[in-house]
């Protein structure tokens, strides 16, 4: 049976801000966009709720919150009715992507007037229970895999550090050189919806698309690139992509997964001169830096700083080891990768 969301759940709203929750130890969770925030001597909800990310990053992301909780002012709670389990309702909200439904430029938001009418297929209370049993099983082995692609991240981390040390403070004492002298790069086109007509229309990489050695290449947004644009901004074989904001440095290394395929403003493309540096070893150094405060003393008294523009990133000193060293790390990366293939199939 095909029902609306407005049907299964009611909206809550929540007036707590950050500063109600920080520095206090009470007895009842708090939650936010990135989860767990704090405790109080309160709570909102008494019983199992889904919470639903609607101001700001992550618009659209539900979490499953249990009962005596309470979430902040960004989150919305979608309490369910009594005919359906608050665990298929976090399942059908989870995948409905309700991000599609964001309004405003500076600061997303979404609201339930805009996605209580999506529907989806709703099932009766013995049926509910078994999809949710289902389900949860599945998120067991898709959390174990998760946990071995972060044991091999870890991996190979550690053969970064035991091959090149401290790159932040360059304890091998390699050669140090500008960015700029060893790579070229620039930002991706600048979307203007205005502009848009369908005539050349090609899938682009946004700076979500990028995570951490891996592309998120799902449901890629399309826009207008014409033959110059196409020349200037398609993707080649050994491309490194940087985020320019959100997680500055954030970046993966692009080995033709799609063709052709673009990328937006936000992201820089970093083509490396492999006479002198190779993308496997640039990516980790950003991870490096972006893991030990490397990137700190370009926000001053800030400890992370919102964008890296492309003049700042054509000023970084890079560590740049012998070639021999970043070729030996390469292929390391690449062995590893073959299981984290592996993983991902399974």
Not at 7 to 34: I, Y
Not at 92 to 99: A, R, S, T
Not at 175 to 181: D, R
Request: net charge positive; hydrophobic share 40%; with cysteine.
């Amino acid at each position: 049976m095909r029902v609306k969301l407005g049907d299964v759940c009611e909206r809550g709203t929540s007036n707590l801000k950050l500063s109600d929750v920080s520095e206090k130890n009470g007895e009842f969770s708090v939650f936010g966009a990135s989860g767990y925030i704090g405790s109080v001597d309160f709570y909102q909800q008494g019983y199992p709720y889904v919470a639903v990310v609607k101001d700001g990053a992550g618009i659209g992301r539900a979490m499953l919150c249990p009962g005596k909780t309470s979430v902040i002012g960004t989150m919305q709670y979608l309490l369910p009715k009594d005919n359906i389990l608050p665990k298929y309702l976090f399942y059908v909200v989870k995948y409905m992507n309700l991000e599609k439904y964001f309004t405003g430029a500076t600061i997303p938001h979404i609201y339930f007037k805009d996605y209580k009418n999506e529907e989806f297929n709703f099932d009766f209370w013995e049926r509910q229970v078994e999809i949710v049993s289902v389900l949860s099983k599945c998120e067991k082995v898709i959390d174990l895999c998760k946990q071995e692609l972060q044991l091999l991240d870890k991996l190979i981390k550690a053969r970064f550090v035991e091959m090149f040390g401290d790159v932040i403070h360059n304890s091998k004492k390699w050669q140090v050189c500008l960015f700029a002298e060893i790579t070229s790069s620039r930002l991706g086109k600048m979307l203007d919806a205005k502009q848009q007509t369908g005539r050349n229309s090609y899938p682009y990489l946004a700076n979500f698309n990028v995570q951490w050695f891996r592309f998120n290449l799902e449901n890629l947004n399309k826009m207008d690139f014409d033959e110059k644009d196409r020349a200037e901004f398609e993707l080649r074989e050994g491309d490194l992509l940087v985020c320019e904001g959100g997680e500055i440095g954030r970046c993966a290394v692009w080995h033709n997964e799609l063709q052709p395929c673009f990328f937006q403003k936000a992201l820089h493309r970093v083509r490396c001169n492999h006479q002198i540096i190779l993308p496997d070893y640039l990516a980790w150094w950003f991870r490096y830096n972006c893991d030990y405060g490397g990137f700190s003393a370009l926000a001053g008294a800030k400890a992370t700083i919102a964008h890296l523009p492309g003049a700042k990133l054509k000023q970084l000193q890079v560590a740049v080891p012998p070639m021999e060293l970043q070729e030996q790390f390469a292929v390391f990366v690449a062995q590893t990768d073959k299981s984290k293939v592996a993983v991902r199939k399974y």
